[in-house]
């Protein structure tokens, strides 16, 4: 015991540091996680939605990180043709109704080739409104149908900027094409947004939205 005392103490400075001899491939083969690992990214919270109408995360938007990317995992409405849509907080979730301006576009490609397209679609935009903003639109309910994608919200804990957002989602599109819907914008606020709804315009919803913080 006392040599191996001895030789790990040899790799120690004297101001507490480990020599780079200390580190080798035998001295970790028995690690297999390492913490605080700088990926860039940390896992916060999940919501599971099972014929829900709405998701909502009341908590975990602070001042920890300076964005924060909700991840859409098969998000399926159980009512036919209708958006998928989010609103902000600046109350915890006690109402929904920050001021947006946003913009909106979708590219979409048929299985078969018969038809592609990039459009701008402004009937989906807003313009300092504090309605549910779409993150796509005219969703199908079809079994096989649902909506993933990503969102990505740049500090919501600023009280002197606005807060912008920027979505990318792909759908199932009726008439089987693929179709990828593009927003982005900002909550018209300079007070610190705390809370995010996500919901369909009608109806019920399953499927999983995650969270995470980015440094």
């Known amino acids: 015991m006392g040599a191996i005392a001895r030789n790990i103490a040899n790799k120690i400075t004297t101001s507490g540091v480990f020599t780079s001899g200390a580190i080798a491939n035998s001295s970790v083969t028995g690690i297999t996680v390492l913490a605080n690992a700088s990926d860039g990214i940390t896992f916060i919270s999940s919501q599971t939605a099972s014929n829900s109408a709405s998701i909502s995360f009341t908590s975990g938007l602070?001042?920890?990180?300076?964005?924060?990317?909700?991840?859409?995992?098969?998000?399926?409405?159980?009512?036919?043709?209708?958006?998928?849509?989010?609103?902000?907080?600046?109350?915890?979730?006690?109402?929904?109704?920050?001021?947006?301006?946003?913009?909106?576009?979708?590219?979409?490609?048929?299985?078969?080739?018969?038809?592609?397209?990039?459009?701008?679609?402004?009937?989906?935009?807003?313009?300092?409104?504090?309605?549910y903003q779409p993150l796509v639109d005219a969703q199908g309910n079809g079994a096989d149908e649902s909506v993933s994608g990503s969102m990505t919200l740049f500090n919501p804990s600023s009280t002197s900027y606005v807060k912008h957002w920027i979505s990318n989602c792909n759908r199932y599109f009726e008439g089987n094409a693929s179709a990828n819907n593009f927003t982005a914008g900002y909550g018209n606020t300079t007070s610190a947004i705390n809370a995010i709804n996500f919901k369909f315009t009608s109806g019920n919803m399953d499927g999983v939205i995650y969270l995470y913080g980015i440094k």
């Open 62 to 131: 602070t001042s920890t990180y300076k964005a924060y990317k909700f991840v859409f995992s098969s998000i399926h409405p159980r009512t036919d043709n209708v958006d998928f849509t989010f609103n902000f907080s600046i109350d915890a979730g006690s109402n929904y109704n920050v001021t947006k301006t946003s913009t909106y576009f979708n590219a979409y490609s048929f299985e078969d080739n018969s038809g592609a397209a990039l459009s701008y679609a402004g009937t989906y935009d807003l313009a300092q409104s504090t309605a």
